[in-house]
């Protein structure tokens, strides 16, 4: 069997008032928050389907029901390392993974540091292999106005021989 495979994953959660903004892992200031079953970090959500896409392990939703009592208001970096262990599991490691956010605000500069260390730490790989891109959607569209923000991602896995 080819020894790699890459996956993609994309997701979106809507922006609300009186709810924390977590991305990548990172709690941001920001007046509004994403609404969600669990802390409701788009971007971590994206990268847990490319990372299963790889391993052709279903969604993040099959694994993890917004019905399911024990993950609401979870941590996503909790979902995250559920997710290496399962590929893990089938002998899969991580290669790189990339993740675009799209948003209109906050500014994600600053963060992104951080975020590609958080992300690396969990997946326990090196941050090299973390890439965190943020755009704009130039005030387009549902993330042009804020009303919500989007992400995908893509992983490369292996396995060695
Ligand atoms: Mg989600």
Redesign the pocket.
């Known amino acids: 069997m080819f020894p790699f495979r890459i996956g993609q994953g994309y ?1 979106v ?1 809507r922006l609300v008032e009186d709810r924390e903004l977590w991305l990548c892992g990172i709690k941001l200031e920001h007046t509004l928050g994403l609404l ?1 079953h669990s802390d ?1 970090d ?1 971007a971590i ?1 994206a990268l847990c389907d490319a990372l299963l896409g790889a391993a052709a392990r279903r969604d ?1 939703g099959y694994h993890f029901p917004d019905t399911d009592p024990a993950y609401k208001g979870a941590d996503s970096k909790r979902l995250l390392a559920e997710v290496c262990t399962l590929i893990g599991r089938d002998g899969w490691k991580i290669g790189n993974v990339d993740i675009t956010i799209m948003a209109e605000r906050p500014k994600l500069k600053p963060h992104i540091d951080d975020m590609r260390r958080c992300l690396a730490d969990v997946m326990n790989i090196d941050v090299e292999c973390v890439s965190v891109k943020a755009t704009t959607t130039e005030r387009l569209g549902f993330t042009g106005r804020q009303e919500g923000i989007a992400s995908s991602a893509v992983a490369l896995i292996y396995k060695a021989q």
């Open positions: 997701d959660h969600g409701a788009v959500h993040i």
